[in-house]
């Protein structure tokens, strides 16, 4: 257990956090142990303590992070917002190796300068806006690179819990993949050694080996950032 890299994930408050014991489970199969962290308790845990950070999913981003306006229509937590730029941008500060997941994909963006669409259900024409944990919609690759070799794919099934996605695109952040009405499913880091975020919720797809992979390839990452510690 001593050699096993922990990882932080961010999430809400609550009492039945579903995608953490997903993401948890997930972490766990790729021999890493992970640490809930929340707007109520990740000041009790320095952030040195990680070899990795994933930001997780959930309710919409404080528009007015972006130029955005706040439109009502879905409730918004600005003291995770704070807790989760902060630990981005520890991540920035430290290499640390970092995941976004579905509004986590969407807060790296935001950080880096980007903006997103408030809500992309009216302009979805391929696709439907129906929201499901399986895997019922595709996303393809865009452009090479580490996700395209950890998933080793030029497509793939996802699922879709959202109804925000990027707009204007953050500093050194490029493109990886998109779905069929050409909305943004994947960007990477062009300076960061491994950032990656995805739109999809790989967490819930972990009994597919090949999201698996994702956890698996951050995991990896983070037992690289543990040995080269070890030796700063």
Request: glycine residues 8%; hydrophobic residues 40%; charged residues 25%.
């Amino acid at each position: 257990m001593a050699d096993r890299p922990i990882i932080g994930v961010t999430g809400p408050n609550g009492k039945f956090p579903i995608a953490w014991w997903a993401t948890r489970i997930a972490l766990r199969m790729c021999e890493a142990e992970a640490v809930r962290l929340t707007p109520g308790n990740y000041k009790q845990h320095k952030p040195d303590k990680f070899q990795a950070i994933i930001i997780g999913g959930g309710n919409d981003i404080d528009p007015t992070l972006y130029g955005g306006e706040d439109n009502g229509i879905s409730p918004i937590d600005p003291d995770r917002d704070a807790f989760e730029v902060e630990m981005i941008e520890h991540a920035l500060k430290t290499h640390l190796p970092i995941m976004g997941i579905c509004r986590g994909m969407q807060l790296l963006n935001v950080v880096l300068g980007g903006s997103l669409h408030g809500d992309i259900r009216p302009y979805r024409v391929q696709t439907s806006n129906f929201r499901t944990p399986l895997p019922r919609k595709k996303a393809q690759l865009n452009e090479t690179g580490k996700l395209g070799k950890i998933l080793d794919a030029y497509h793939w099934r996802i699922n879709s819990l959202h109804h925000q996605a990027i707009d204007r695109l953050g500093k050194d952040l490029k493109i990886v993949a998109k779905d069929l009405d050409e909305f943004v499913q994947a960007i990477e880091s062009e300076s960061h050694r491994f950032m990656i975020g995805v739109q999809w919720h790989p967490e819930y797809l972990s009994y597919i080996p090949r999201q698996r992979r994702l956890f698996s390839a951050l995991v990896t990452e983070a037992k690289r950032h543990k040995a080269e510690s070890l030796f700063n």
